[in-house]
């Protein structure tokens, strides 16, 4: 079954560090086509970081480039995102997603057909 675990999220203090986790299904995990997504309160769901493109590129959002990374353990079917200096404003619900058939052409939300639950991640100033 199709399946995207979030874990790693929590409450951290402005400039601190966390790591968030992503554990797929063997169906669900796609290094090509595999990335970040977040949503605060009041706004829309957006990309953070994506790899997609058959996994040729590498999009990050314009608010954390230079800040967070992604990596991936194939052979755990995990993919990590690495939020560094963070600011209140990364203050929101983040997402993995997947898609699993056909290409990906663009990392935009509407693109991904397997997603998770979310983890809450909070910055405090």
């Known amino acids: 079954q199709a399946q995207l675990v979030e874990s790693g999220g929590g409450s951290v203090q402005a400039g601190g560090s966390l790591k968030l986790a992503c554990r797929a299904s063997?169906?669900?995990?796609?290094?090509?086509?595999m990335g970040w997504f977040r949503q605060a309160p009041g706004k829309e769901r957006e990309a953070v970081v994506v790899?997609?493109?058959?996994?040729?590129?590498?999009y990050f959002a314009d608010s954390v480039k230079g800040r967070f990374t992604i990596s991936q353990a194939y052979e755990k079917n995990t993919m990590y995102l690495h939020m560094n200096n963070v600011l209140p404003e990364d203050t929101a619900i983040y997402y993995c997603a997947a898609k699993t058939l056909g290409p990906c052409y663009t990392p935009e939300v509407a693109v991904f057909n397997v997603w998770g639950q979310g983890t809450q991640v909070t910055v405090s100033s």
């Open positions: 790899i997609y493109y058959g996994g040729d590129r590498s």
């Open positions: 063997k169906e669900s995990y796609s290094r090509e086509c």
